[in-house]
Protein backbone atom coordinates (compact mmCIF):
# COMPACT_ATOMS: atom_id res chain seq x y z
CA UNK A 1 0.00 0.00 0.00
CA UNK A 2 1.75 3.26 -1.33
CA UNK A 3 -0.06 6.50 0.09
CA UNK A 4 0.90 10.06 -0.40
CA UNK A 5 -0.20 13.02 1.27
CA UNK A 6 0.21 16.73 0.20
CA UNK A 7 0.47 19.35 2.71
CA UNK A 8 0.87 23.17 3.31
CA UNK A 9 2.97 24.63 5.44
CA UNK A 10 1.01 27.68 6.73
CA UNK A 11 1.19 30.64 9.22
CA UNK A 12 -0.11 29.76 12.81
CA UNK A 13 -2.13 32.97 13.80
CA UNK A 14 -3.39 33.79 16.75
CA UNK A 15 -6.60 36.58 17.14
CA UNK A 16 -5.60 38.91 14.43
CA UNK A 17 -3.93 38.36 10.94
CA UNK A 18 -1.49 41.26 9.97
CA UNK A 19 -0.75 42.18 5.73
CA UNK A 20 2.46 43.18 4.65
CA UNK A 21 2.86 46.95 3.31
CA UNK A 22 3.28 46.04 -0.13
CA UNK A 23 -0.30 43.72 0.58
CA UNK A 24 0.69 40.45 -1.35
CA UNK A 25 1.41 38.54 1.92
CA UNK A 26 0.55 38.02 5.57
CA UNK A 27 3.06 39.71 8.02
CA UNK A 28 5.12 36.62 9.60
CA UNK A 29 7.52 37.93 11.12
CA UNK A 30 6.13 36.93 14.61
CA UNK A 31 4.18 34.44 13.86
CA UNK A 32 5.04 31.05 13.92
CA UNK A 33 4.31 28.21 11.28
CA UNK A 34 2.49 24.64 11.16
CA UNK A 35 1.21 22.35 8.82
CA UNK A 36 -2.95 23.30 7.67
CA UNK A 37 -4.69 21.55 10.36
CA UNK A 38 -6.48 19.32 7.61
CA UNK A 39 -3.47 18.11 6.08
CA UNK A 40 -2.13 16.96 9.62
CA UNK A 41 -4.94 15.00 9.55
CA UNK A 42 -4.10 13.54 6.62
CA UNK A 43 -1.09 12.94 7.58
CA UNK A 44 -1.85 11.03 10.75
CA UNK A 45 -4.32 8.99 8.74
CA UNK A 46 -2.00 7.86 5.92
CA UNK A 47 0.53 6.90 8.58
CA UNK A 48 -2.64 4.64 10.55
CA UNK A 49 -3.65 3.10 7.29
CA UNK A 50 0.30 2.15 6.49
CA UNK A 51 0.52 1.08 10.28
CA UNK A 52 -3.08 -1.47 9.13
CA UNK A 53 -2.01 -2.64 5.73
CA UNK A 54 1.87 -2.56 5.29
CA UNK A 55 2.56 0.60 3.86
CA UNK A 56 4.77 3.37 3.23
CA UNK A 57 3.46 7.05 3.60
CA UNK A 58 5.47 9.67 1.29
CA UNK A 59 4.35 13.15 2.13
CA UNK A 60 4.94 15.80 -1.07
CA UNK A 61 4.75 19.93 0.20
CA UNK A 62 5.79 23.04 -2.38
CA UNK A 63 6.33 25.71 -0.55
CA UNK A 64 9.19 27.59 0.71
CA UNK A 65 12.45 26.06 1.77
CA UNK A 66 11.44 26.37 5.45
CA UNK A 67 8.83 23.97 4.29
CA UNK A 68 11.14 21.55 5.29
CA UNK A 69 10.47 22.08 9.06
CA UNK A 70 6.47 20.55 8.15
CA UNK A 71 8.64 18.01 6.27
CA UNK A 72 10.35 16.62 8.72
CA UNK A 73 6.96 17.11 11.82
CA UNK A 74 5.42 14.85 9.09
CA UNK A 75 8.26 12.20 9.11
CA UNK A 76 8.14 12.66 13.19
CA UNK A 77 5.16 11.20 13.41
CA UNK A 78 5.59 8.45 10.85
CA UNK A 79 6.29 9.51 7.13
CA UNK A 80 8.85 7.30 5.32
CA UNK A 81 9.49 9.54 2.27
CA UNK A 82 9.99 13.49 2.27
CA UNK A 83 9.65 15.23 -1.14
CA UNK A 84 10.32 19.45 -1.30
CA UNK A 85 8.91 21.50 -4.53
CA UNK A 86 10.85 24.25 -3.38
CA UNK A 87 9.72 28.10 -4.57
CA UNK A 88 10.77 31.23 -4.85
CA UNK A 89 7.13 33.44 -4.74
CA UNK A 90 4.69 34.06 -2.03
CA UNK A 91 1.88 31.55 -2.88
CA UNK A 92 1.70 30.11 -6.30
CA UNK A 93 -2.21 29.96 -7.81
CA UNK A 94 -4.15 27.21 -7.73
CA UNK A 95 -3.97 26.56 -11.40
CA UNK A 96 -0.16 26.50 -11.39
CA UNK A 97 -0.15 24.62 -7.67
CA UNK A 98 -1.73 21.63 -8.92
CA UNK A 99 0.01 21.97 -12.01
CA UNK A 100 3.28 21.43 -10.23
CA UNK A 101 1.91 18.94 -8.13
CA UNK A 102 0.46 16.60 -10.95
CA UNK A 103 3.93 16.85 -12.76
CA UNK A 104 5.38 15.87 -9.32
CA UNK A 105 3.43 13.36 -8.65
CA UNK A 106 3.32 11.85 -12.21
CA UNK A 107 7.27 11.61 -11.77
CA UNK A 108 7.12 10.15 -8.39
CA UNK A 109 5.25 7.18 -9.84
CA UNK A 110 7.33 6.44 -12.46
CA UNK A 111 10.37 6.11 -10.21
CA UNK A 112 8.90 4.68 -7.55
CA UNK A 113 5.78 3.16 -8.58
CA UNK A 114 2.25 4.32 -8.48
CA UNK A 115 -0.06 5.33 -4.44
CA UNK A 116 -2.87 3.73 -3.82
CA UNK A 117 -4.22 6.69 -2.08
CA UNK A 118 -3.34 10.02 -3.01
CA UNK A 119 -4.55 12.50 0.39
CA UNK A 120 -5.09 16.04 0.62
CA UNK A 121 -6.61 18.96 3.08
CA UNK A 122 -10.20 19.82 2.43
CA UNK A 123 -8.68 23.23 2.09
CA UNK A 124 -5.60 24.98 2.88
CA UNK A 125 -6.40 27.13 6.12
CA UNK A 126 -5.00 30.54 4.36
CA UNK A 127 -5.24 30.69 1.08
CA UNK A 128 -8.88 28.66 0.92
CA UNK A 129 -8.82 27.50 -2.73
CA UNK A 130 -10.98 24.86 -2.22
CA UNK A 131 -9.68 23.22 -5.23
CA UNK A 132 -5.98 22.01 -5.69
CA UNK A 133 -6.85 18.09 -4.96
CA UNK A 134 -9.69 17.85 -7.48
CA UNK A 135 -7.73 19.50 -9.96
CA UNK A 136 -4.75 16.88 -9.41
CA UNK A 137 -7.27 13.81 -8.96
CA UNK A 138 -8.59 14.91 -12.54
CA UNK A 139 -5.36 15.66 -14.22
CA UNK A 140 -3.93 12.12 -13.10
CA UNK A 141 -7.83 10.60 -14.03
CA UNK A 142 -8.74 9.21 -10.75
CA UNK A 143 -11.41 9.69 -8.34
CA UNK A 144 -11.81 12.01 -6.08
CA UNK A 145 -14.59 13.01 -2.92
CA UNK A 146 -13.74 15.54 -0.31
CA UNK A 147 -14.76 16.36 2.83
CA UNK A 148 -13.72 12.99 3.98
CA UNK A 149 -14.19 12.36 7.81
CA UNK A 150 -13.37 8.44 7.63
CA UNK A 151 -11.62 6.00 5.64
CA UNK A 152 -11.89 2.17 5.18
CA UNK A 153 -10.10 0.48 2.77
CA UNK A 154 -10.85 -2.84 1.40
CA UNK A 155 -10.83 -5.03 -1.93
CA UNK A 156 -9.18 -2.17 -3.62
CA UNK A 157 -12.31 0.38 -2.74
CA UNK A 158 -11.83 3.34 -0.19
CA UNK A 159 -14.73 3.21 1.80
CA UNK A 160 -15.18 7.23 2.33
CA UNK A 161 -17.65 8.85 4.76
CA UNK A 162 -18.28 12.33 4.64
CA UNK A 163 -20.33 14.61 7.16
CA UNK A 164 -23.48 16.14 6.62
CA UNK A 165 -25.57 18.03 8.64
CA UNK A 166 -26.55 15.05 11.32
CA UNK A 167 -24.78 12.41 9.65
CA UNK A 168 -22.69 10.65 7.01
CA UNK A 169 -22.81 10.31 3.22
CA UNK A 170 -21.01 7.45 2.21
CA UNK A 171 -18.56 7.00 -1.08
CA UNK A 172 -17.41 3.95 -2.22
CA UNK A 173 -14.36 5.04 -4.61
CA UNK A 174 -12.45 2.45 -6.25
CA UNK A 175 -8.47 2.83 -6.14
CA UNK A 176 -5.98 4.40 -7.14
CA UNK A 177 -8.07 7.38 -5.30
CA UNK A 178 -7.36 10.72 -3.82
CA UNK A 179 -9.57 12.19 -1.15
CA UNK A 180 -9.79 15.21 0.90
CA UNK A 181 -9.80 15.01 4.28
CA UNK A 182 -10.74 16.95 7.20
CA UNK A 183 -9.94 17.45 11.09
CA UNK A 184 -11.70 15.53 12.93
CA UNK A 185 -11.11 12.29 10.67
CA UNK A 186 -8.88 11.43 13.40
CA UNK A 187 -6.95 12.94 16.48
CA UNK A 188 -3.01 13.35 15.47
CA UNK A 189 -0.32 11.85 17.73
CA UNK A 190 2.30 13.74 19.28
CA UNK A 191 6.02 12.85 17.72
CA UNK A 192 7.45 10.39 19.89
CA UNK A 193 11.10 11.55 21.16
CA UNK A 194 12.54 8.62 18.87
CA UNK A 195 10.36 9.90 16.44
CA UNK A 196 11.66 13.66 16.62
CA UNK A 197 15.26 11.95 16.60
CA UNK A 198 14.97 9.99 13.11
CA UNK A 199 12.87 13.02 11.42
CA UNK A 200 16.51 14.74 11.95
CA UNK A 201 18.29 12.67 10.11
CA UNK A 202 15.29 11.72 7.39
CA UNK A 203 15.69 12.59 3.95
CA UNK A 204 14.26 15.34 1.98
CA UNK A 205 14.31 14.89 -1.47
CA UNK A 206 14.13 18.44 -3.35
CA UNK A 207 12.70 18.42 -7.14
CA UNK A 208 12.37 21.99 -8.68
CA UNK A 209 9.64 22.45 -10.98
CA UNK A 210 7.96 25.77 -13.06
CA UNK A 211 4.40 25.80 -14.14
CA UNK A 212 2.54 28.37 -16.18
CA UNK A 213 0.25 30.83 -13.97
CA UNK A 214 -3.35 30.18 -13.98
CA UNK A 215 -6.23 32.68 -14.27
CA UNK A 216 -6.29 33.86 -10.66
CA UNK A 217 -4.08 36.89 -9.90
CA UNK A 218 -3.73 38.10 -6.55
CA UNK A 219 -3.87 42.18 -6.10
CA UNK A 220 -3.62 42.39 -2.32
CA UNK A 221 -4.23 41.19 0.84
CA UNK A 222 -6.46 42.99 3.53
CA UNK A 223 -8.14 42.83 6.71
CA UNK A 224 -11.94 43.15 6.22
CA UNK A 225 -13.28 46.31 7.91
CA UNK A 226 -13.90 45.75 11.76
CA UNK A 227 -17.63 46.16 12.90
CA UNK A 228 -16.49 48.20 15.97
CA UNK A 229 -19.47 47.71 18.92
CA UNK A 230 -18.81 48.12 22.26
CA UNK A 231 -19.80 45.47 24.55
CA UNK A 232 -22.37 45.52 26.39
CA UNK A 233 -21.50 44.35 30.19
CA UNK A 234 -24.26 42.32 31.62
CA UNK A 235 -22.46 42.05 34.57
CA UNK A 236 -20.32 40.07 37.08
CA UNK A 237 -20.28 36.81 38.33
CA UNK A 238 -23.46 34.61 38.77
CA UNK A 239 -24.95 37.73 39.85
CA UNK A 240 -25.18 39.09 36.53
CA UNK A 241 -27.71 35.67 35.67
CA UNK A 242 -31.22 37.48 35.34
CA UNK A 243 -29.63 40.15 33.25
CA UNK A 244 -28.31 37.76 30.96
CA UNK A 245 -31.82 35.52 30.67
CA UNK A 246 -33.88 38.97 30.38
CA UNK A 247 -31.35 39.37 26.82
CA UNK A 248 -32.69 35.92 26.39
CA UNK A 249 -36.15 36.56 26.79
CA UNK A 250 -35.73 39.82 24.58
CA UNK A 251 -34.24 37.36 21.53
CA UNK A 252 -37.46 35.31 21.91
CA UNK A 253 -35.02 32.15 22.58
CA UNK A 254 -36.58 31.24 26.52
CA UNK A 255 -39.45 29.26 24.97
CA UNK B 1 -24.94 35.28 -22.39
CA UNK B 2 -25.87 33.13 -19.55
CA UNK B 3 -24.96 33.06 -15.97
CA UNK B 4 -25.53 29.34 -14.61
CA UNK B 5 -25.97 28.97 -10.85
CA UNK B 6 -25.93 25.57 -9.18
CA UNK B 7 -28.53 25.33 -6.87
CA UNK B 8 -27.78 22.40 -4.28
CA UNK B 9 -30.58 20.25 -3.42
CA UNK B 10 -30.84 16.98 -0.97
CA UNK B 11 -32.67 14.46 -2.77
CA UNK B 12 -35.53 17.38 -3.70
CA UNK B 13 -35.14 19.46 -0.63
CA UNK B 14 -33.60 22.98 -1.70
CA UNK B 15 -30.43 23.98 0.39
CA UNK B 16 -31.04 27.30 1.98
CA UNK B 17 -27.80 28.32 0.58
CA UNK B 18 -28.59 27.59 -3.11
CA UNK B 19 -30.93 31.08 -2.36
CA UNK B 20 -27.98 33.28 -1.60
CA UNK B 21 -26.37 32.24 -4.66
CA UNK B 22 -29.32 33.42 -6.80
CA UNK B 23 -29.57 36.11 -5.09
CA UNK B 24 -25.77 37.05 -5.22
CA UNK B 25 -26.27 35.83 -8.64
CA UNK B 26 -28.96 37.88 -10.06
CA UNK B 27 -27.43 41.14 -9.02
CA UNK B 28 -24.38 40.32 -11.02
CA UNK B 29 -26.02 39.20 -13.87
CA UNK B 30 -27.52 42.61 -14.27
CA UNK B 31 -24.54 44.36 -13.34
CA UNK B 32 -22.93 42.27 -16.26
CA UNK B 33 -25.74 42.16 -19.11
CA UNK B 34 -26.70 37.77 -18.39
CA UNK B 35 -29.04 36.06 -18.10
CA UNK B 36 -29.47 34.37 -14.89
CA UNK B 37 -29.66 30.92 -15.05
CA UNK B 38 -30.28 28.13 -12.07
CA UNK B 39 -29.10 24.44 -12.42
CA UNK B 40 -30.86 21.67 -10.64
CA UNK B 41 -29.31 18.27 -11.39
CA UNK B 42 -30.64 14.73 -10.71
CA UNK B 43 -33.25 12.56 -8.98
CA UNK B 44 -36.21 14.54 -7.38
CA UNK B 45 -34.32 17.73 -8.32
CA UNK B 46 -38.20 19.11 -9.57
CA UNK B 47 -39.65 19.40 -6.34
CA UNK B 48 -36.55 21.63 -5.54
CA UNK B 49 -37.47 24.91 -8.53
CA UNK B 50 -40.22 26.31 -6.36
CA UNK B 51 -38.46 29.64 -5.13
CA UNK B 52 -36.24 29.42 -7.89
CA UNK B 53 -38.22 31.85 -9.64
CA UNK B 54 -38.99 34.16 -6.32
CA UNK B 55 -35.43 34.23 -6.15
CA UNK B 56 -34.22 36.02 -9.79
CA UNK B 57 -33.46 32.72 -12.44
CA UNK B 58 -35.17 33.26 -15.51
CA UNK B 59 -34.70 29.76 -16.17
CA UNK B 60 -34.48 26.21 -14.64
CA UNK B 61 -32.02 23.65 -16.37
CA UNK B 62 -33.44 20.42 -14.99
CA UNK B 63 -30.86 17.55 -15.30
CA UNK B 64 -31.27 14.13 -15.26
CA UNK B 65 -29.67 10.56 -15.90
CA UNK B 66 -30.18 6.94 -15.03
CA UNK B 67 -26.82 7.67 -12.45
CA UNK B 68 -27.81 10.85 -10.95
CA UNK B 69 -29.73 8.80 -8.17
CA UNK B 70 -27.98 10.88 -5.72
CA UNK B 71 -25.46 13.76 -5.30
CA UNK B 72 -21.73 12.61 -6.81
CA UNK B 73 -19.00 15.38 -6.89
CA UNK B 74 -17.96 13.70 -10.29
CA UNK B 75 -21.26 13.27 -12.00
CA UNK B 76 -22.35 16.54 -10.91
CA UNK B 77 -19.12 18.32 -12.29
CA UNK B 78 -19.23 16.78 -15.15
CA UNK B 79 -22.99 17.73 -15.97
CA UNK B 80 -22.64 21.30 -15.01
CA UNK B 81 -19.64 21.33 -17.29
CA UNK B 82 -21.50 19.80 -20.29
CA UNK B 83 -23.95 22.60 -19.56
CA UNK B 84 -21.52 24.81 -19.66
CA UNK B 85 -20.51 24.26 -22.68
CA UNK B 86 -23.74 23.98 -24.65
CA UNK B 87 -24.70 27.28 -22.95
CA UNK B 88 -21.69 28.77 -23.98
CA UNK B 89 -22.26 30.34 -20.35
CA UNK B 90 -19.87 33.19 -19.53
CA UNK B 91 -19.79 32.20 -15.40
CA UNK B 92 -20.93 29.97 -13.61
CA UNK B 93 -21.49 29.70 -9.74
CA UNK B 94 -23.09 28.17 -6.60
CA UNK B 95 -22.63 28.80 -3.13
CA UNK B 96 -19.23 28.36 -1.46
CA UNK B 97 -20.31 25.44 0.69
CA UNK B 98 -18.74 22.07 0.58
CA UNK B 99 -20.74 20.90 -2.50
CA UNK B 100 -20.60 24.02 -4.08
CA UNK B 101 -17.02 24.59 -4.34
CA UNK B 102 -16.96 20.86 -4.87
CA UNK B 103 -18.34 20.56 -7.97
CA UNK B 104 -17.11 24.03 -9.18
CA UNK B 105 -13.44 22.64 -8.96
CA UNK B 106 -14.90 19.52 -10.51
CA UNK B 107 -16.30 22.30 -13.48
CA UNK B 108 -13.11 23.85 -13.19
CA UNK B 109 -10.39 20.88 -13.30
CA UNK B 110 -12.39 19.89 -16.47
CA UNK B 111 -12.61 23.18 -18.50
CA UNK B 112 -9.13 23.92 -17.35
CA UNK B 113 -10.48 27.15 -16.33
CA UNK B 114 -8.89 29.35 -13.03
CA UNK B 115 -12.14 29.54 -9.88
CA UNK B 116 -12.26 31.83 -7.13
CA UNK B 117 -13.98 29.99 -4.24
CA UNK B 118 -15.62 32.21 -1.31
CA UNK B 119 -16.41 35.53 -3.05
CA UNK B 120 -17.91 38.35 -1.13
CA UNK B 121 -17.93 41.13 -4.24
CA UNK B 122 -17.64 40.27 -8.18
CA UNK B 123 -17.10 42.71 -10.34
CA UNK B 124 -17.47 42.01 -13.81
CA UNK B 125 -15.98 43.52 -16.85
CA UNK B 126 -13.37 42.02 -19.23
CA UNK B 127 -11.64 40.88 -16.33
CA UNK B 128 -13.60 40.14 -13.75
CA UNK B 129 -12.16 41.78 -9.94
CA UNK B 130 -13.08 39.58 -7.27
CA UNK B 131 -12.96 40.14 -3.32
CA UNK B 132 -12.74 36.23 -1.68
CA UNK B 133 -12.29 35.31 1.78
CA UNK B 134 -9.20 33.57 3.25
CA UNK B 135 -8.65 32.39 6.49
CA UNK B 136 -12.47 31.58 6.94
CA UNK B 137 -13.33 35.30 6.68
CA UNK B 138 -10.82 37.43 8.69
CA UNK B 139 -8.58 38.17 5.43
CA UNK B 140 -9.75 39.35 2.50
CA UNK B 141 -7.80 38.71 -1.08
CA UNK B 142 -8.67 41.02 -3.96
CA UNK B 143 -8.00 39.29 -7.24
CA UNK B 144 -8.82 39.20 -10.43
CA UNK B 145 -10.07 36.56 -12.97
CA UNK B 146 -9.11 36.06 -16.50
CA UNK B 147 -10.94 33.27 -17.82
CA UNK B 148 -13.03 31.85 -21.00
CA UNK B 149 -15.28 30.86 -18.72
CA UNK B 150 -15.72 32.62 -15.22
CA UNK B 151 -16.00 30.14 -12.00
CA UNK B 152 -17.16 31.76 -8.83
CA UNK B 153 -18.43 30.68 -5.24
CA UNK B 154 -20.06 33.11 -3.36
CA UNK B 155 -18.97 33.02 0.47
CA UNK B 156 -21.82 31.20 2.48
CA UNK B 157 -23.66 34.05 4.37
CA UNK B 158 -22.03 36.70 2.51
CA UNK B 159 -25.20 38.26 1.14
CA UNK B 160 -28.92 37.27 3.09
CA UNK B 161 -31.38 35.41 0.73
CA UNK B 162 -33.65 37.73 -0.51
CA UNK B 163 -36.88 37.27 -3.33
CA UNK B 164 -36.57 39.43 -6.41
CA UNK B 165 -38.64 42.28 -6.48
CA UNK B 166 -40.47 41.16 -9.35
CA UNK B 167 -40.54 37.55 -9.86
CA UNK B 168 -38.67 36.26 -13.03
CA UNK B 169 -41.06 34.82 -15.66
CA UNK B 170 -39.37 31.18 -15.22
CA UNK B 171 -39.20 28.42 -18.11
CA UNK B 172 -38.01 24.75 -17.41
CA UNK B 173 -35.79 23.29 -19.85
CA UNK B 174 -34.75 19.50 -19.25
CA UNK B 175 -30.85 18.59 -20.29
CA UNK B 176 -29.77 15.12 -20.15
CA UNK B 177 -26.03 14.83 -19.54
CA UNK B 178 -23.80 12.42 -20.81
CA UNK B 179 -22.48 10.09 -18.47
CA UNK B 180 -20.10 7.31 -18.01
CA UNK B 181 -18.70 5.39 -15.63
CA UNK B 182 -16.08 7.44 -14.64
CA UNK B 183 -18.51 10.60 -13.83
CA UNK B 184 -20.79 7.91 -11.76
CA UNK B 185 -17.99 6.39 -9.57
CA UNK B 186 -18.40 8.75 -6.75
CA UNK B 187 -22.05 8.61 -6.46
CA UNK B 188 -23.14 8.68 -2.64
CA UNK B 189 -24.07 4.96 -2.04
CA UNK B 190 -25.58 5.29 1.17
CA UNK B 191 -26.14 7.21 4.33
CA UNK B 192 -25.62 7.36 7.63
CA UNK B 193 -27.95 9.19 10.50
CA UNK B 194 -26.68 9.98 13.99
CA UNK B 195 -28.70 13.04 15.30
CA UNK B 196 -32.09 13.85 14.41
CA UNK B 197 -33.69 17.14 15.38
CA UNK B 198 -31.07 20.33 15.88
CA UNK B 199 -27.76 19.82 14.94
CA UNK B 200 -24.90 22.31 16.10
CA UNK B 201 -25.38 24.49 12.23
CA UNK B 202 -28.93 24.70 13.03
CA UNK B 203 -29.47 25.16 16.28
CA UNK B 204 -31.32 28.35 17.42
CA UNK B 205 -28.98 28.26 20.88
CA UNK B 206 -25.74 27.08 21.21
CA UNK B 207 -23.31 27.38 23.97
CA UNK B 208 -19.57 26.57 23.31
CA UNK B 209 -17.00 25.62 25.49
CA UNK B 210 -13.31 26.60 24.99
CA UNK B 211 -10.08 25.73 27.34
CA UNK B 212 -11.88 27.14 29.93
CA UNK B 213 -13.85 24.47 30.79
CA UNK B 214 -11.15 22.29 32.17
CA UNK B 215 -11.76 18.87 31.79
CA UNK B 216 -14.51 16.78 29.88
CA UNK B 217 -16.53 16.60 32.95
CA UNK B 218 -16.88 20.44 32.93
CA UNK B 219 -18.87 20.64 30.05
CA UNK B 220 -22.09 19.24 32.04
CA UNK B 221 -23.25 22.52 33.08
CA UNK B 222 -23.31 23.31 29.53
CA UNK B 223 -25.03 21.19 28.76
CA UNK B 224 -27.92 21.46 31.36
CA UNK B 225 -28.04 25.12 30.14
CA UNK B 226 -28.40 24.09 26.22
CA UNK B 227 -30.85 21.56 27.44
CA UNK B 228 -32.90 24.59 29.14
CA UNK B 229 -32.89 26.73 26.08
CA UNK B 230 -33.59 23.76 23.43
CA UNK B 231 -30.14 24.57 22.47
CA UNK B 232 -26.86 22.62 21.76
CA UNK B 233 -23.22 22.28 23.16
CA UNK B 234 -20.66 23.47 21.15
CA UNK B 235 -16.72 24.03 21.64
CA UNK B 236 -12.89 25.32 20.37
CA UNK B 237 -10.61 23.32 18.74
CA UNK B 238 -8.17 23.48 22.11
CA UNK B 239 -11.11 21.51 23.41
CA UNK B 240 -11.22 18.60 20.44
CA UNK B 241 -7.64 19.14 20.33
CA UNK B 242 -7.60 17.79 24.12
CA UNK B 243 -10.34 15.02 23.37
CA UNK B 244 -12.98 16.41 25.80
CA UNK B 245 -15.41 16.82 23.08
CA UNK B 246 -15.88 15.08 19.85
CA UNK B 247 -14.86 17.01 16.86
CA UNK B 248 -18.57 17.26 15.86
CA UNK B 249 -19.17 19.61 18.26
CA UNK B 250 -16.22 22.11 17.45
CA UNK B 251 -17.54 25.42 15.96
CA UNK B 252 -14.15 26.80 13.67
CA UNK B 253 -12.59 27.34 10.21
CA UNK B 254 -11.79 23.50 10.59
CA UNK B 255 -15.59 22.15 12.37
CA UNK B 256 -19.22 23.85 12.04
CA UNK B 257 -20.22 27.58 10.86
CA UNK B 258 -22.62 28.20 13.08
CA UNK B 259 -25.27 31.02 12.73
CA UNK B 260 -28.02 30.82 15.80
CA UNK B 261 -30.15 33.50 17.44
CA UNK B 262 -27.42 33.53 20.12
CA UNK B 263 -24.14 32.53 20.80
CA UNK B 264 -22.99 31.72 24.66
CA UNK B 265 -19.65 31.45 24.45
CA UNK B 266 -18.32 30.06 27.93
CA UNK B 267 -14.36 30.49 28.18
CA UNK B 268 -13.67 31.05 25.40
CA UNK B 269 -10.58 33.40 24.16
CA UNK B 270 -11.77 33.45 20.47
CA UNK B 271 -8.72 33.18 18.42
CA UNK B 272 -9.36 33.63 14.54
CA UNK B 273 -9.59 29.83 14.12
CA UNK B 274 -13.02 29.60 16.40
CA UNK B 275 -14.37 33.13 15.56
CA UNK B 276 -14.72 32.48 12.17
CA UNK B 277 -16.83 29.78 13.17
CA UNK B 278 -19.13 31.66 15.22
CA UNK B 279 -19.06 35.50 13.44
CA UNK B 280 -22.29 34.28 11.85
CA UNK B 281 -24.30 34.19 15.01
CA UNK B 282 -27.22 37.13 15.44
CA UNK B 283 -26.07 37.95 18.75
CA UNK B 284 -23.01 36.71 21.05
CA UNK B 285 -22.77 36.23 24.70
CA UNK B 286 -19.44 35.59 25.85
CA UNK B 287 -18.65 34.80 29.59
CA UNK B 288 -14.77 34.90 30.63
CA UNK B 289 -12.88 35.92 33.81
CA UNK B 290 -10.70 37.99 31.38
CA UNK B 291 -12.01 41.37 30.07
CA UNK B 292 -9.45 41.25 27.55
CA UNK B 293 -10.04 38.49 25.94
CA UNK B 294 -10.79 38.58 21.95
CA UNK B 295 -14.35 37.37 22.32
CA UNK B 296 -15.24 39.19 24.91
CA UNK B 297 -14.32 42.48 22.85
CA UNK B 298 -16.12 41.77 19.60
CA UNK B 299 -19.19 40.20 21.36
CA UNK B 300 -21.88 42.39 21.58
CA UNK B 301 -22.70 41.23 25.23
CA UNK B 302 -20.81 39.69 27.84
CA UNK B 303 -20.56 39.14 31.57
CA UNK B 304 -16.94 38.86 33.35
CA UNK B 305 -16.74 36.25 35.57
CA UNK B 306 -16.09 32.31 36.12
CA UNK B 307 -18.24 30.42 34.13
CA UNK B 308 -18.45 27.47 36.50
CA UNK B 309 -20.60 29.92 38.92
CA UNK B 310 -21.98 32.15 35.80
CA UNK B 311 -23.37 29.23 33.31
CA UNK B 312 -24.98 27.07 36.29
CA UNK B 313 -26.65 30.85 37.60
CA UNK B 314 -28.22 31.57 34.54
CA UNK B 315 -29.64 27.38 34.06
CA UNK B 316 -31.37 28.48 37.23
CA UNK B 317 -32.68 31.41 36.99
CA UNK B 318 -34.28 30.00 32.87
CA UNK B 319 -35.87 27.26 35.43
CA UNK B 320 -37.19 30.07 37.71
CA UNK B 321 -38.59 31.88 34.90
CA UNK B 322 -40.56 29.01 33.27
CA UNK B 323 -41.58 28.00 36.22
Keep these: MRILVCIKRVPAPGSRINVCDDGQAVDTAHLGFTTSPHEECAVEEAVQIAEEHDGE ?84 GRPVVNGIKGIDLADGTASARREIDGGFEVYEVPMPAVLGVKEGINLPRYPTMKGRLASKKAEVSSTTLEAPTGGQTRVRLHRPVEQVSETVILGTGPEAAPAVVDLLEELGVLS | MTLLILCDHDRGTLAEASLEALTFGRDLAQRAGLTCEAVLIGDGAESAAGPLAAHGAVRVHLASHAQLTDYGPEAWGETLTQLARSTGATAVMACGTDRGNEVIAHVAARLDEPFVANCIEVTPGDTWTTTRVQWGGSLLEDATLDAGQRLVTVAHHAVEATPADTPADCSLVQFTPDLGEEATRTVVRDR ?12 PVVVGGGRGVGSEDGFAPLEDLAGALGGVVGCSRAVTNNGWRPHSDQVGQTGTRIAPEIYIAAGISGAIQHWVGAMAAKNILAVNTDAEANMVTKAGYAVIGDLHKVIPAITEEVARRKG
Aim: glycine content about 8%; charged content about 15%.
Design chain 1, 57 to 140: VTVLTLGPAEAEEQLRYAASVGAHKLVLIPIVDVDWDPQRTASALTTAISDLESSEGPFDLILFGNESADAGGFQVGIRVANAL
Design chain 2, 192 to 203: VVLTQGITLATA
